[in-house]
């Protein structure tokens, strides 16, 4: 799954529950884990004077809107990890 190149959120784990309509259903109620993805969009952006194209998290790029010092995003992991190698 996609990760944010700003933040680097991706899956996110917790659990669901379900209602029952009897007594006490918090105690019966089935909890299973779930998953949740993030909102990773594919963005051609201006970073630094430069066009790039960033996968990027919604909260990012909202936040990118609005906050100008946030514009500088990270190298791609990708490319990070040739570069170590
Ligand atoms: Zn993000």
């Not at 309509?21 to 993030?38: F, I, S, V, Y």
């Not at 051609?44 to 919604?58: E, P, W």
């Amino acid at each position: 799954m996609t990760k944010c190149d700003q933040c680097g959120k991706g899956r996110q784990f917790g659990r669901y529950i379900r209602h029952k309509a009897t007594g006490k259903w918090a105690l019966k109620a089935p909890k299973k884990p779930r998953q949740w993805a993030a909102n990773v969009q594919r963005k051609r952006l201006v970073i630094d004077g430069k066009r790039q194209v960033v996968n990027i998290c919604t909260r990012c790029l909202r936040t990118m809107h609005k906050v100008e010092r946030v514009r500088k995003v990270k190298e791609p992991r990708v490319e990070a990890e040739v570069a170590a190698s």
